[in-house]
């Protein structure tokens, strides 16, 4: 004799096996996280962060990984302030390594979304990661290009990395995250910027980049993965 359960006790066991799955998710990502903020001033192994993602529920690819590679790197080398154009996981990665240490880096985040920024503000409160702020800010036009409309006198000067993830921010978000926080720029600077694909734009940048004495190298060019940077001491 076969029992034949009815369909609401399926899609009762349906839905357990859904909150036990996510609980595992947010106890890994938990646990994973806690390790992170418990490391030494430098930057985290990127299986360690990558497995981080997997919990979050945004594993990493092969382009993504070179370009969160090189933002940790980076973060780690700064001396000055990071600005990020756009809140993320990384958000929370880059704040714990900037709480962590003898190095005293703060982490501007911008963000268009009030909802997503309370959202992350309530991870950052959670984790107790003091260095990471949030700043809400709307889209705005400016000249032939969309940005964000934030005060840039709110921001600190000498900023020595800018991360613009193309994905998470505004339309041509590197060209406006230079335009507006150009003059606050760092002595020795870097910029980390995905999702370049138009022509015109690699072309605004390598202009940029020559008026500033710096450096702009197409990392990967399937990706966008653009870098700009000056340095003025021995390479």
């Known amino acids: 004799m076969q029992l034949t359960l009815p369909a609401s006790t399926y899609k009762g066991f349906r839905a357990l096996r859904a909150q036990a799955a996510l609980f595992e998710r947010v106890r890994g ?22 497995e981080l993602y997997a919990h979050w529920g945004d594993p990493p690819t092969q382009g993504t990984e070179n370009f969160l590679r090189s933002c940790l790197a980076e973060a780690g080398r700064a001396e000055g302030p990071i600005v990020q154009c756009g809140a993320s996981l990384l958000t929370l990665v880059l704040g714990g390594l900037c709480s962590s240490g003898e190095k005293t880096r703060q982490l501007w985040c911008l963000e268009h979304d009030s909802h997503w920024a309370n959202v992350m503000r309530s991870w950052i409160t959670q984790y107790r990661i003091g260095s990471a702020h949030v700043i809400t800010s709307r889209a705005r ?22 991360l613009c993830e193309g994905a998470r921010t505004t339309p041509q978000g590197i060209i406006g995250a230079l335009n507006r926080l150009g003059g606050r720029l760092g002595t020795e600077f870097t910029v980390l910027a995905r999702g370049v694909s138009r022509g015109d734009d690699l072309r605004e940048l390598k202009t940029w980049a020559e008026l500033q004495r710096a450096s702009c190298v197409v990392v990967d060019r399937q990706e966008g993965f653009v870098k700009l940077s000056r340095r003025t001491g021995p390479a």
Request: net charge negative; glycine share 10%.
């Open 29 to 50: 990502f938990d646990r994973c996280m806690r390790k992170l903020l418990g490391a030494a001033d430098e930057p985290p192994p990127l299986a360690a962060v990558a």
């Open 141 to 162: 036009m400016f000249d032939g290009y969309v940005w964000y409309g934030v005060d840039t006198q709110r921001l600190a000067q000498g900023i020595s990395l800018i």
